[in-house]
């Protein structure tokens, strides 16, 4: 088998157009390293995506946006490249409620920019201590400090955190859940099976947390904890 | 299948019932994917079980095409073992039914139910819609009757071709045993047993035939419709919280606020500032045709 260095984890949710777009900015990085997974909800399971040496496609039902085809394509990661050092969590982020959607999209694509491509793996091969790197200014801190969390889920989120051993003292996060992530520290946490778990938990259809909190909007916050709790640091680009 | 599409087409087979070509390994698929039937593959779950072959073979360039998976019934209970094979439920070429996704249980009916009950809520809690059939033991389901083109039994085509006559249900599900070196032949039966349907019944054969596509299309269009009804309550959603939004005036403010409110001349040694660091070109300046800001 092929031997891969980094796994883009791509959620494709809107058009087919999304999965071209993901291959010209692969073409871009020059480097046949790269392994692409894909999910796509459902509305595409007639379209029969082929599998292919470098390309892995699913296609599951909505739940949870984004982070719940994240953690199919965790589980899948894990399942078929537990080796594959690093692993690249990005969506076709459309925020078509906002009208700085595609402004804040353009940001968050930054990680897969061929020059912060490398920068970013030359710092992952050179720091041990580097967990997770993200787009300057998506990195955000809501913790008041007594333990509670400036947003909607805050009360959930301190029960997730507590249900799964997650409380690290570095409470940033990657807002946007696009991120490069160290794979060991996916297998440290997910190993075994608990991605699909997660999943199960996660709201359906179009999830909102500005009323309440979710549960889909607290593993936004809680993916980045999985490497702030075991003492690695975040860091942007 | 590309470099053989066209021969591929050319060896399908019209359906009148619906069709799994079962097998324990790998490979021996060849006739069953040529003739378009989904294979049926019995997965045996744990650590010495062949799901990771599984898993690599169905992920890989030669996995492209449909298939379905049969869990011996004593896998069923372990959640472990259903979260092993889970990416393959999920994968684009999984066989869709009406139902749902086929998962054949394999194995003494006793613990059938429990099992069941097990597979159902794990895969429910996944949004996965499968449709358990079971093998062996129970031959009757809601859907129609379970039935086995075995190798043992001779003349397998000869009898798909008196049951379509006598006894025939578009409901009722035929499993080609592959586990036998018949395989092949089974499906050389059933393509000539359909063949001599087609010439000497063609009216019933026509009949079957557009019965069973409607009804599968049927299934499709309604699957599709829900899908659809989810997407237009999430676009709706979208758009009134778009309409709601007031981001634009928010932005207003913070541009009139934070810069507008400041005198011209700070504002135009702001600029030269920017050109100093290398933000905006010299000749912005002054020439209003060239470009300002780097992409």
């Known amino acids: ?237 | 299948m590309d470099s053989h599409e066209g021969k591929i087409y050319n060896q399908r087979i019209l359906m009148l019932n619906r069709y799994y070509y079962f097998e324990e390994g790998l490979g021996g698929a060849a006739n069953a994917v040529a003739a378009s039937i989904p294979v049926t593959h019995l997965v045996r779950p744990g650590e010495d079980g062949n799901w990771r072959s599984l898993l690599d073979h169905h992920f890989s360039e030669e996995g492209n095409y449909p298939f379905c998976l049969a869990l011996p019934s004593e896998a069923c209970g372990s959640i472990q073992h259903l979260k092993d094979v889970l990416p393959l439920l999920f994968h684009p070429f999984y066989e869709r039914s009406g139902d749902g996704k086929p998962l054949f249980i394999d194995g003494p009916v006793s613990g059938h139910g429990e099992a069941e009950g097990v597979v159902t809520e794990f895969f429910g809690r996944q949004r996965l819609a499968v449709d358990l059939i079971p093998l062996q033991g129970r031959p009757v389901t809601r859907k129609g009757q379970v039935r086995w083109l075995s190798g043992r039994s001779s003349d397998a085509g000869g009898a798909y071709y008196r049951y379509c006559l006598s006894a025939y249900d578009p409901s009722d599900i035929f499993v080609v045993d592959g586990r036998e070196a018949q395989g092949g032949l089974l499906i050389d039966g059933l393509r000539r047993s359909l063949a001599d349907l087609e010439s000497r019944h063609p009216q019933w054969f026509r009949l079957a035939w557009d019965n069973f596509r409607l009804q599968k299309e049927r299934d499709r269009l309604a699957a599709t419709c829900d899908l659809l009804e989810e997407e237009k309550k999430i676009v709706q959603e979208l758009l009134e919280m778009s309409n709601k939004h007031d981001e634009v005036s928010h932005i207003l403010r913070f541009y009139r606020d934070e810069y507008e409110i400041l005198p011209l001349w700070y504002k135009r040694f702001g600029h030269i500032l920017k050109v100093g660091m290398g933000k905006r070109s010299f000749r912005s300046l002054y020439d209003k045709t060239t470009k300002k800001y780097k992409d």
């Open chain 1, 1 to 237: 088998m092929k031997t891969f260095e980094y796994a883009i984890l791509y959620h494709n949710y809107y058009d087919l157009g999304g999965i071209d777009e993901m291959r010209d900015r692969i073409a871009l990085l020059q480097d046949p390293r790269v392994l692409l997974l894909c999910s796509l909800p459902e509305k595409f399971a007639a379209c029969q995506l082929r599998q292919r040496s470098n390309e892995k496609f699913v296609v599951a039902a909505n739940i949870g946006k984004d982070i719940g085809g994240k953690l199919i394509l965790i589980h899948l990661l894990l399942s078929l490249y537990p080796d594959v050092p690093y692993a690249i969590l990005v969506h076709d982020k459309r925020s078509y409620q906002k009208h700085s959607g595609w402004f804040e999209r353009d940001g968050l694509f930054g990680i897969l920019e061929p020059s912060t491509f490398r920068r970013i793996a030359t710092d992952f091969e050179a720091d041990r201590r580097l967990g997770i790197a993200c787009a300057r200014g998506y990195l955000k801190d809501e913790s008041r400090g007594d333990g509670t969390f400036d947003t909607p889920n805050s009360s959930l989120l301190v029960k997730l955190a507590e249900k799964y051993h997650l409380r690290p003292t570095d409470h940033r996060f990657v807002a946007g859940t696009m991120f490069w992530i160290r794979t060991s520290l996916l297998q440290k946490f997910f190993g075994g099976g608990l991605a699909p778990d997660v999943r199960a938990t996660l709201e359906a259809g179009n999830v909102l947390d500005h009323a309440q909190g979710t549960n889909t909007h607290c593993w936004e916050r809680l993916l980045s904890w999985i490497a702030t709790k075991e003492k690695y640091i975040i860091k942007e680009f």
